[in-house]
């Protein structure tokens, strides 16, 4: 059963350019979220990730692109969220993802808070080109 | 040698104007009431003029935009300044689209070389269409910008400070904390609570969707100033899902009061005030 591969049944995406595009991008992930059924409490957990991870895209990577995508894993359904950017990157994933590291004013929990919020958490950086980050909640996860 | 289209434009420039607003005045759509006649015909010629001006033997075949920068900016300022007025996109790129109807017209009728009318007519076509969508842009833009202006009043008028007591600010926070919000939000409670010198600010937060970690360091901010200023802040309305995301997430609010219900955030309110409401005692006498 773990080395299932999901099949996406959707797929949805939005350019995140300014602050004004979080809130749209959240009630669009949340909409999707409503739509497979997922409860109460993984829907806000969802969306509070997806917000962490538009406003770094934002504010490190200065924008990118925003992937919706609808899973089915055998009995389960989830979201995949993708955020590209063509930033910067991170030099020290390791050193991002510890509770409390920031380069930027924040608390430094945006990417390992983010973490524990998902089923599933994958970034990849390469320094001078930008990051993908790719986080995957399930429906009953 | 000069072009023969730009010939018969300045030729026939004040022949195209009258076609052009013949044009213009025929369409169902013309907003009578937003623009006087008048106006429409002022604005029709500063750009026609503007226009045959700057077209030249090169730029009329090798439309170089930058070229009609001084005609752009007329066609930007009055789409602009059509979308705030409540124009139709329609009607906004009817404004530029009749124009090269007018244009094609009168060379159709000067011409008589249907290879060249055909050559002359595509230049013309070019660099209208270019007019056309450099017209829906900035009309979307002037549309964008009413948007962004109502944001900003919607982020004014939600962020109201009440008096629910003596003593004691209540402030329902409704939709997203970001940093321009929050900035509204500190002005007017730190305001209120000089003002009306109380004691204790409630900051209710049932209507904000997600509690991530930007919108918990604007909170935990706002608990602060207030403290600064003497006075408690109780933070109210967090959801069990809204507690259960901020744990994991790793925000650490246990500095600051916080209650589940508003109701719960006036009591320990009233316990800090040492107040206390009862229930009214009917004494009976037999």
Known sequence: ?141 | MKNEAIKIFQKKKSNILEKWMTLQLQDEGLREDLISNEDLRIQSEELLSSFISTLSDANIEHVSIDDFEAVKDILSSISISRAKQGYSPRETGNFVLTLKEALLNTLSEEMKDPEALYKQSMFINKIMDNFAINTFETFIKGREDVIYRQTDEITQISTPVIRVWDGILALPIIGTLDSARTQVVMESLLQEIVETGSNIAILDISGVPAVDSLVAQHLIKTVAATRLMGAECIISGIRPEIAQTVVHLGIDLSQIITKSTLASALKTAFTILKLEVNKKQIVKHH
């Open chain 1, 1 to 141: 059963m773990t080395t299932m591969t999901p099949v996406v049944l959707n797929k949805d995406s939005m350019i995140i350019a300014r602050e004004q595009d979080v809130v749209p991008f959240r009630n669009r992930v949340k909409e999707h979220a409503v739509r497979i059924g997922m409860s109460l409490l993984n829907q806000t957990k969802l969306i509070t990730g997806a917000s962490e991870l538009v406003r770094n895209m934002l504010k490190y990577g200065k924008g990118g692109i925003g992937m919706i995508e609808i899973l089915s894993k055998g009995r389960d359904n989830g979201i995949r969220l993708i955020f590209a950017d063509n930033g910067p990157g991170i030099p020290d994933i390791q050193k991002a993802m510890t509770d409390g590291f920031t380069t930027g004013k924040s608390m430094g929990l945006g990417l390992p808070g983010t973490k524990r919020l998902m089923n599933e958490f994958d970034i990849k950086s390469e320094v001078g080109k930008g990051t993908t980050i790719t986080v995957i909640k399930w429906k009953n996860g």
